[in-house]
């Protein structure tokens, strides 16, 4: 059974940064794709960032590129997002979430793609 547990949440001022991590555990995470997805109270989930396993392919939504990034550790099989010049609208739960296979491009931000999710932590940016 595959789980993910999302950790580093917290509160920081707005230009701060914040590192996620999500542990993968119970499957064979090198043929998997990842994604962080956020969540604000009344609106959908959002696409954040997605990393294919294999090769490393990286992806990015518009309202975060160049300030986030998205790793890997494959010995400890987690995924990070390193998230720098935070902005109080980035406030949400992020959620970290997990497909078998390799998405394509065009499916990396769609969270229907993904079969497994975490739990979700709260990110919270002050002004």
């Known amino acids: 059974q595959v789980q993910l547990v999302e950790s580093g949440g917290g509160l920081v001022q707005a230009g701060g940064s914040l590192r996620l991590s999500c542990a993968a555990s119970?499957?064979?995470?090198?043929?998997?794709?990842m994604g962080w997805f956020r969540q604000t109270p009344g609106k959908e989930r959002e696409f954040v960032s997605a990393?294919?396993?294999?090769?490393?392919?990286?992806a990015y939504a518009d309202s975060v590129k160049g300030r986030f990034t998205i790793s890997r550790d494959n010995a400890k099989n987690t995924v990070n997002l390193q998230m720098n010049s935070l902005k109080p609208e980035d406030t949400a739960v992020y959620y970290c979430?997990?497909?078998?296979?390799?998405?394509?491009?065009?499916?990396?931000?769609?969270?229907?793609?993904?079969?497994?999710w975490g739990q979700g932590t709260q990110v919270t940016v002050s002004s």
């Open positions: 990393l294919r396993w294999i090769g490393g392919y990286t």
């Open positions: 979430a997990a497909v078998r296979g390799a998405l394509g491009t065009y499916r990396l931000a769609n969270a229907h793609e993904y079969g497994y």
């Open positions: 119970g499957g064979t995470f090198t043929i998997y794709t």
